[in-house]
C-alpha cells in the first residue's frame, strides 16, 4: 500500500495575493491528508454495505448494488446513499469482468454565481456522488471500489462468489462472503463428530479427535466478531484441514462414504499453504476447501439416519 501525492499546504504570510489557486490548493490539501489517514488506517475497498445481486429479466442484466460505503485505493471514500439498479450491457468478448463503484464529482448546476466584472457566471460548488461502471477484470482502478466479479460467456452474464477488498474495522464492518462457508464447515464437522461419539465404532477416540473438536470451537468463537479479514478466515480454514486431517485420518474404518473423505481431506491438507504464502495463493487454496463442504453434507445426512443402527 502506497501514497504518491506529495503533501503541500499553503505559507500565507502579510501582504500576499490570494488566488482560486490557492483557494484550491488549501482544500487538496486537507482532502489528501484525510485521503492518507483512511487509508493506512483503514486500508482500501469495501468498509459497509456495496452487497451486489446480479438479476436476469429476460435478456436485460441488472446489478442491484445495496447502499453503503468504500474506499479507494487512493483514500478517497464512496458513499452510495441509496440502492440502485444498474442495467448491465453484455460485453462483446467473453472473460472475466469487476463492477466497480467510482467516485466522481461535478459542479452543482444551482450554484451558479456571477464572475466578477464580467457578464459570465459560474458554478461556485462541487458535489460529490458514485458511478457504477463494469470492466475487464485485469484493470486496476485506483479511483473505484471493487464490488464483485462477473463472468460473461456466450451471451450470459453469471456472479462470481469470490472476495473482493474490504477496509475498516467497525461494528457493522463488510461482511465476506467466506465467512459463512467456513461456519457451514465448522457447523457440520461438530454434527459428524457428535453423531460418531454416539457409534461403539469409534469409542475409543485419539488425541487428534479432541484436537479436532477444540480448533472447531475456537473457530466458532472466532467468527463471533464481524468483520472478520479474508485473510484469517484463509487461515482458520487451513488450520481446521490439518486438525481435521489429524482426526479422519487415522479413524478405523466406518463408511465408504467418510472413507473417501478422508482421501478428499489428504489432498486438501497436502496444498495448505505456509503463513508466508500471498493472499492469491490462500484464495486459490480456499476453493478447494469450499468443495469439502457438499460431502460433508451428504456424510452429516447419512450419519444422521444410520447412527441409531451403528450402535
Not at 456472479?159 to 474495522?169: D, E, F, H, N, T
Request: with cysteine.
Amino acid at each position: 500500500m502506497g501514497f504518491e501525492y506529495k503533501l503541500s499546504r499553503m505559507n500565507p504570510f502579510e501582504g500576499l495575493c490570494l488566488t482560486a489557486t490557492d483557494l484550491l490548493d488549501e482544500q487538496v490539501y486537507h482532502r489528501r491528508n484525510l485521503q492518507r489517514h483512511a487509508l493506512f488506517m483503514h486500508g482500501f475497498g469495501v468498509v459497509q454495505g456495496l452487497q451486489v445481486e446480479l438479476e436476469q429479466k429476460k435478456k436485460q442484466y441488472l446489478a442491484i448494488v445495496k447502499s453503503g460505503y468504500g474506499i479507494t485505493q487512493e483514500g478517497q471514500g464512496v458513499h452510495l446513499r441509496h440502492d440502485v439498479a444498474v442495467p448491465l450491457e453484455v460485453p462483446k468478448t467473453d472473460g472475466e469482468y469487476m463492477l466497480w463503484l467510482f467516485h466522481v464529482e461535478r459542479p452543482d448546476p444551482e450554484s451558479g454565481r456571477p464572475v466578477f466584472d464580467t457578464a459570465e457566471s459560474r458554478e461556485s460548488r462541487i458535489v460529490e456522488a458514485s458511478a457504477p461502471r463494469l470492466h475487464s477484470a485485469d484493470e486496476e482502478h485506483s479511483d473505484g471500489v471493487a464490488l464483485c466479479r462477473i463472468n460473461v460467456r456466450l451471451g450470459r452474464m453469471v456472479q462470481v462468489q469470490l472476495p473482493v477488498p474490504r477496509a475498516g474495522k467497525r461494528e457493522r464492518a463488510a461482511e465476506s462472503y467466506l465467512k459463512p462457508r467456513v461456519g457451514d464447515f465448522i457447523r457440520l464437522s461438530k454434527k459428524i463428530m457428535n453423531n460418531l461419539f454416539r457409534t461403539a465404532l469409534v469409542k475409543d477416540l485419539s488425541i487428534g479427535a479432541f484436537g479436532f473438536y477444540s480448533a472447531l470451537l475456537s473457530a466458532e468463537f472466532l467468527l463471533i466478531e464481524e468483520g472478520t479479514t479474508d485473510r484469517v478466515l484463509y487461515r482458520t480454514a487451513g488450520g481446521l484441514i490439518n486438525y481435521g486431517h489429524d482426526f479422519f485420518n487415522p479413524m478405523p474404518r466406518t463408511t465408504d462414504r467418510i472413507a473417501q473423505f478422508t482421501e478428499f481431506v489428504r489432498r486438501v491438507h497436502a496444498e495448505v499453504p505456509g503463513v508466508e504464502q500471498s493472499t492469491d495463493t490462500w484464495l486459490r487454496w480456499f476453493q478447494q476447501f469450499e468443495r469439502l463442504l457438499q460431502p460433508l453434507q451428504r456424510i452429516s445426512d447419512e450419519l444422521e439416519q444410520t447412527v441409531e443402527a451403528m450402535r
